[in-house]
């Protein structure tokens, strides 16, 4: 099955129908080695295509859903559509879909421009043009392929840059479901992209999973494009595991970086949690991960307590930043496990971070977006390895559940 990012569960509330009976589709007929955004945002411009679709072989496909059906639609011309609106019936002007992929993989490509690494070698004869293939097209859930010809819509959209409500059923042959997606390149490069190839890709076009951003100005539509190399040590991303992980979990706007590996451990209490980070910190400790490389960052003031007890009853060194006026400063060097509050943790990382007591997230008293970005915050200081707990259920728990 493909990456579909964030994952189903987690998007399926806010997508409508016919995105969520497309976005079942791709899962069901693509093959493992794609990779789907849904609703993910574009660049600092922060545009938002319904649908990215990346493959190493074939490469960046934009794909707008459209749910309407044919009596939506009034009035059809290459730029601009009339349809009747959801809500009065009146009707409206809108820009042809097509339109608006088009728009959206082209700021993707120039994006990807402005890396040498990602366009052809001046000897070429594409010379500075992106060596990925891209394509985008229109996916009309509602309207089957004889009405769209029936009714004169290829005559504003090409035939080939639409799939039609009967064209994405579950009986589809597999195949042919895919080659209507291919049938959206214009052109093939017979190259296939490596997996720093496409991490680079991700690091251009979504510039939230990146640890270190680039500094390169984002281009406007008519400006020209000069690729400049980047060396490979700035390329520096989230894997795809904990960018959908952090999606899921925000709704789909902020990510998760800098972590390699994760867990998520459900215990009877909150002592038991305590118990638990101490026998894990004992066997990071066995792999040779030095004491001042964990973090253990809680949210309210008892788990403080406890943990501090419990670390010192087992005998490991322990600087609990938070603990009283005297205890403010910190001191990176000192071998020992740091200790400190989520919205203390700001600006710092550790190769190893524990957060016990998910369950206890969102706290009642603050907003739930509040505390999604305070949790966002602390999961963000792991680089290497973030483990987390609970002993009951909370939203963020749930939400958790869904895609770990």
């Not at 949790?375 to 390895?385: D, G, I, K, N, S």
């Amino acid at each position: 099955m493909p990456s579909l990012i964030p994952s189903l569960n987690s998007c399926v509330a806010r997508m409508t129908s016919g995105e969520k009976r497309f976005a079942v589709r791709l899962e069901q007929k693509l093959d493992d080695d794609y990779l789907i955004w849904y609703d993910v945002p574009i660049g600092k411009k922060q545009l938002h295509p319904d649908f990215i679709v990346l493959h190493p072989l074939r490469g960046l496909l934009v794909l707008e859903v459209k749910d309407w059906k044919i009596d939506t639609i009034k009035n059809v011309t290459r730029a601009n559509w009339t349809i009747a609106d959801r809500n009065t019936n009146e009707p409206k002007q809108i820009k042809n879909p097509l339109e608006q992929a088009r728009n959206y993989v082209l700021h993707a490509v120039k994006l990807l421009e402005r890396d040498a690494e990602l366009v052809h070698a001046i000897a070429s004869d594409h010379a500075g043009k992106c060596i990925v293939p891209y394509g985008y097209g229109v996916v009309f859930t509602n309207i089957t392929r004889a009405v769209f010809d029936k009714q004169g819509l290829g005559d504003a959209i090409e035939s080939n840059l639409v799939i039609c409500q009967d064209e994405m059923y579950d009986s589809v042959d597999r195949g042919d479901f895919q080659q209507k997606l291919w049938d959206m390149f214009p052109y093939h490069f017979d190259r296939t992209l490596s997996p720093h190839q496409v991490n680079r890709i991700r690091w251009h076009i979504f510039p939230d999973i990146a640890i270190q951003p680039s500094l390169l100005p984002e281009p406007e539509e008519d400006e020209v494009v000069i690729p400049v190399a980047i060396a490979p040590d700035l390329i520096k991303i989230m894997d795809l595991q904990q960018e959908q992980l952090a999606r899921s979990l925000r709704g789909g706007h902020r990510v998760i970086h800098g972590v390699a590996g994760s867990g998520k451990t459900r215990l009877s209490s909150f002592t038991a949690e305590t118990k638990h980070i101490c026998d894990l910190i004992g066997e990071y400790r066995d792999r040779g991960i030095a004491w001042n490389d964990i973090a253990i960052l809680y949210r309210s003031d008892f788990m403080g307590r406890s943990l501090s007890h419990a670390l010192k009853n087992v005998g490991i060194p322990v600087e609990w930043l938070n603990e009283d006026s005297n205890s403010k400063r910190y001191k990176p060097e000192a071998q020992s496990v740091k200790l400190l509050t989520m919205h203390s943790s700001k600006g710092l990382e550790f190769p190893v971070v524990f957060i016990p007591g998910v369950g206890f997230m969102p706290n009642r008293s603050e907003a739930i977006a509040d505390e999604a970005r305070l949790l966002y915050v602390a999961m963000t200081r792991a680089t290497e390895f973030l483990e987390l707990s609970c002993d009951r259920d909370s939203a963020f728990v749930k939400r958790l559940e869904r895609v770990l």
